[in-house]
């Protein structure tokens, strides 16, 4: 009886994923770090796309920051500050999320995370404890890194969203799954301040999103269509903004409080969470629509921000503690408005600048390698190239 004849074996075409792998090591950096993005990227390396949205979300975040002391006397910087508050940060959380699709426990992964997150968040909640005591006079404020204060909270969320990752992936509904569970922290009063939960599970729907979103979604939201359609829309969200200025508690765009400790039932959470999620969603996709593609003179200062968004808050809140929106009344006219919307935008992109960069690397993207213990196998590896 004779066999059949064997079908010749070909060698399989070399396999992708030393390319992959080199993207998804960096993918898991936060949002000021160095990546390289897992879309095809122009000659360079780098997705001028996300470097231009992320400059441009800090620089909305910068600006923010200094309309709030106008809100009390000004309906329009409120309605302004509203309407920002509802998209720059979820954008930026988004990006986070698509950068950490690839993250997962591999030790090279995990001391990304440890350095580039949970290092400058310790070394920075206590650079802001320490500020508080001295700018606001108040000796007595706590060094407690389990109570994130002012800008740092995004470290701590960042950090907890990573380590969720690999759950998120296998999970077949993870953006329901994230709302759902969103909506019941809303709900929850008893959560506490401990690690700034609330904002960690109410802001977690935007990272799952993130992680959820492939190339083709960007290049969606960047069809001419949608560029002319967020025009009305962001028309028609300041005007809602407006109406909701002497209406609406802005509270609600930090995320960081229950229904019950804004003063309403836990009914309202209920619908106001979704709610707000979908606005969000909206006007993110009408910011995404804006974002330019092309390489611009802002592009370098993407890798920057997370600097420009953690070093910038030492003048937002000593602006506050040294009373210069009080004493300076022209800061409350409209020229002054401006004026300090510019300023705002200028100093947040110096601090994003290479030079600030190299300053405060140490605390940003320490290498540390002497904190953790050499794999034996690189070890060998290494070993074996030299004796080679």
Not at 5 to 22: H, K, V
Not at 273 to 278: E, I, M, N, V
Not at 312 to 328: E, P, T
Request: hydrophobic share 50%.
């Amino acid at each position: 009886m004779s066999h059949a004849a064997q079908t010749p074996r070909q060698e399989l075409p070399p396999a992708r994923e030393a390319a992959g792998a080199d993207r998804s090591a960096r993918a898991a950096e936060p949002p000021g770090a160095p990546e390289q993005p897992p879309a095809p990227a122009p000659k360079g390396g780098r997705d001028a796309f996300f470097d231009n949205a992320k400059y441009l979300a800090i620089v909305l975040v910068a600006m923010g920051h200094v309309w709030e002391p106008l809100t009390d006397g000004s309906r329009a910087a409120e309605a302004f500050y509203m309407t920002v508050y509802t998209f720059h940060m979820p954008a930026f959380i988004i990006i986070s999320g698509y950068f950490s699709r690839s993250f997962d426990m591999r030790k090279d992964r995990l001391q990304r995370l440890v350095t580039g997150v949970a290092v400058p968040y310790v070394l920075f909640e206590t650079a802001y404890s320490f500020f508080k005591r001295w700018a606001d006079d108040d000796p007595g404020h706590p060094i407690s890194l389990l109570d994130p204060w002012f800008l740092t909270w995004f470290l701590v969320a960042l950090f907890i969203w990573r380590l969720t990752t690999p759950l998120w992936k296998i999970v077949r509904w993870p953006i329901p799954l994230a709302l759902a569970i969103a909506v019941l922290a809303s709900v929850s009063p008893d959560i506490g301040d401990d690690l700034d939960l609330q904002r960690v599970l109410q802001f977690l729907p935007f990272f799952v999103l993130g992680l959820c979103m492939r190339p083709e979604h960007f290049t969606l939201v960047q069809r001419r269509a949608v560029r002319i359609a967020s025009l009305p829309i962001f028309a028609c969200a300041l005007v809602m903004a407006y109406w909701a200025a002497p209406r609406m508690s802005s509270a609600w765009f930090y995320h960081r409080d229950s229904a019950q400790e804004l003063g309403t039932t836990g009914w309202v959470g209920l619908v106001m969470t979704p709610a707000l999620f979908g606005c969000s969603i909206v006007l993110v996709a009408c910011f995404f629509s804006w974002v330019p593609r092309r390489p611009m003179w802002f592009t370098v200062l993407g890798a920057g921000t997370l600097y420009g968004y953690l070093l910038h808050g030492f003048l937002a809140k000593g602006s506050r503690f040294w009373g210069w929106f009080d004493d300076y009344a022209w800061l409350h006219t409209p020229l002054g408005e401006i004026a300090v919307t510019l300023i705002a935008a200028v100093i947040v992109t110096a601090l994003c600048t290479p030079p600030v960069r190299k300053v405060f690397r140490f605390a940003m993207e320490p290498t540390m390698a002497w904190a953790f213990r050499k794999d034996p196998a690189d070890t060998a590896r290494t070993r074996e190239r030299v004796t080679a």
